[in-house]
């Protein structure tokens, strides 16, 4: 089965960093495409971040310039650094993977989100 856990989320002031991990398994992790989806208390999803099967990267002009994706492979890992944080950074970030090597419109698994709270 696949496997997405998220975690590293936690309570930062405004301006501050928090570097979210995503452990995957159960899939073959070089081929998918990896991302991040946020949903903040009342709000609609927003997809935040993806990274492709050959690392190329994509970021909602909301976080572009502030959040950095990346993976390991050897670990199958995904990250999402988060710096210079707003309060409207505030939600549960949900790590998400695809049947594709490329960035989706959807997403087939989602795991567990990891809530950021920032303080203003």
């Known amino acids: 089965d696949v496997q997405l856990q998220a975690f590293g989320g936690g309570l930062v002031r405004t301006g501050g960093s928090l570097r979210l991990s995503c452990a995957a398994s159960?899939?073959?992790?070089?081929?998918?495409?990896i991302g991040w989806f946020r949903q903040a208390p009342g709000k609609e999803r927003e997809g935040v971040s993806c990274i492709t099967a050959v690392d190329d990267t994509r970021y909602a002009p909301s976080v572009k310039g502030r959040f950095t994706i990346s993976r390991d492979s050897a670990k199958n890992m995904v990250y999402l650094q988060m710096n210079n944080l707003k309060p409207e950074d505030t939600a549960f970030y949900h790590c998400v993977a695809s049947d594709s090597s490329n960035c989706p419109e959807e997403y087939t698994y989602w795991g567990q989100g990891t809530l950021v709270t920032v303080s203003s």
């Open positions: 159960g899939f073959v992790f070089d081929d998918y495409a």
